[in-house]
């Protein structure tokens, strides 16, 4: 970011154009009619913004259409394609930006906030009755849950799973409501698609036409295929407004060697990708029991506030906010109510809420600064350290 101006190549476009398209929330518009423009939650310490002319932004669609394609959602010129995402809403991220601008004839799109109540994300979809949905992987065992009560009542064609850990309770989760397996999706506000499951559901296959991609060791060496490097480097071949050649992700990704999958794809495939898994914070209940509470509803919270960054961690002590970045006059008294808020508007009993200033948030040993952290009893959460499907963000 701190070099954007000497890297795109549009000479009427700057960083100050895009950050202030940004905070006018305007979503699907286009900057100066030619630009969309999306950011990333700032998983690495600081948010990064990124910008797709026109023709760019065809790729991107064109490589979620891949992933949609392998899990047997093609869309049909003979008929309609109802598509449900149940992710995030705020108009900065990439998976809001492409949910506006497949919503068609074609592809009818409701897009669903995953912070919004569940009785009203399960209303809606009754509603609409999707062919395809697509949900962080949280959410989709929570809709699971409910279709297996009697409450949901859909029939989806099929289920793409999206950021998250998609584990294997979760995936069986989904093939008992559904009787169909999720399908995974890798992916990046950066890069667009990097990697989907086809229907053999054995790894990931890399989109090799899209993106290079790299996994490497701390010393940016090629890594052994079957084990996990330590970072990714990405070089997109059809972003040319801002250039990504050798871009770090710091994602530990994990190889698989050949042979080549049973599907007669001749993309080479991961196995899995480990780290910057953003987790839903398990809370009590207003009305009793435990209530898991979706990451965007702390994204809402904390996104549009004047930060370089930002990390929630719930311990046995409560819920830390630490905030980098925050002007020396400003009340941090108003940062831990904002978030108290909007747990308790999703319906969980916050814990005390408190918010720390610090030089910079905390980095794990891979060098990443999750959002979200739950350390209960001491140690990590059960959650982190596994796969997770994709990150749009």
Known sequence: MDRFDDLITRGDLRLADARAHLAAEAGAQRLMGRYYVAATAGTTGEPGIFVWDVEEWAEVLASYSRAYGWAGASVRL??????????????????????????????????????????????????????????????????????????????????????????????????????????????????????????????????????????????????????????????????????????????????????????????????????RAEEALRLPAARGGDILVQPNVVHRAMELLPLTGWQVVLDDSGITVYVAGLAELADTGQVARRLADALALAGAVAPPVRAVRVPAVSRTALGKAPLIRSVRGGGEHPGRGRDKAADTD
Not at 121 to 130: A, E, I, M, S, T
Request: glycine share 10%; with cysteine.
């Open 78 to 275: 003979t008929g309609r394609t109802r598509m449900a995402v149940v992710s995030s809403t705020v108009p900065s991220h990439q998976s809001a930006l492409v949910g506006a601008s497949v919503d068609s004839r074609f592809v009818p799109t409701l897009r669903i906030d995953s912070g919004d109540p569940l009785e009203d994300v399960v209303r809606r979809l009754n509603h609409f009755r999707p062919d395809v949905l697509v949900g962080y992987a949280s959410m989709l065992g929570l809709l699971a849950g409910e279709q297996r009560a009697g409450r949901l009542h859909v029939q989806p064609g099929a289920v793409l799973s999206a950021s998250e850990v998609l584990t294997a309770e979760a995936r069986r989760d989904v093939e008992h409501a559904w009787n169909r397996r999720p399908f995974n999706v890798y992916a990046a506000t950066e890069t667009a698609g990097i990697a989907a499951e086809c229907g053999q559901h054995a790894g990931l296959h890399l989109f090799e036409d899209l993106v290079i991609t790299e996994v490497v060791d701390d010393e940016g060496r090629p890594f052994t295929p079957g084990e996990y490097g330590s970072r990714l480097l990405v070089t997109v071949l059809g972003s040319r407004t801002l250039p990504l050649i050798r871009y770090e992700l710091s994602d530990s990704v994990r190889m698989l060697p050949a042979p080549p999958c049973p599907c007669g794809r001749p993309f080479l495939r991961i196995g899995g990708v480990q780290g």
